[in-house]
């Protein structure tokens, strides 16, 4: 099997919460981010705005204990299926999806 980056060298990765199934968060990762998420069992992820590899929950305390890593059938995007610890939002909110859609209007 070989994951497939984009041309930035990143993957994105939806996480999920393993006890609710709720998504926590989506966010991108490297092929670093990615080998140290395997080998320590906590999640690793690439920012793109910092353009530097980081632990969730490295300054918050709210990381994500690793369940298990599955791909996708076209391999180019992760699901980590994580205990999460805390709220998974910078936020606040436990996930990144607590807004609802509704009409067109967008606020961010």
């Keep these: ?7 930035r060298g990143l993957i994105p990765v ?3 919460d393993a006890r609710t199934k709720e998504v926590l968060m989506l966010a991108y990762a490297n092929e670093e981010a990615v080998k ?7 999640a690793h992820y690439w920012s ?5 590899l980081w632990k969730k929950g490295e300054t918050s305390g709210n990381v994500q ?3 298990e890593v599955r791909y996708d059938c076209d391999c ?6 994580v205990e999460q610890e805390g709220n998974a939002c910078h936020t606040g909110n ?3 999806f607590y807004r ?3 009409g067109d209007e967008v606020r961010c």
């Design 1 to 7: 099997m070989e994951l497939r980056f984009d041309e």
């Design 76 to 81: 180019d995007a992760l699901l980590y299926i």
């Design 48 to 52: 793109r705005s910092r353009k530097k």
């Design 14 to 16: 939806i996480a999920q």
């Design 94 to 96: 436990y996930s990144c």
């Design 100 to 102: 609802r859609l509704e």
């Design 36 to 42: 140290l998420t395997l080998k320590t069992g906590y």
């Design 65 to 67: 204990r690793i369940v």
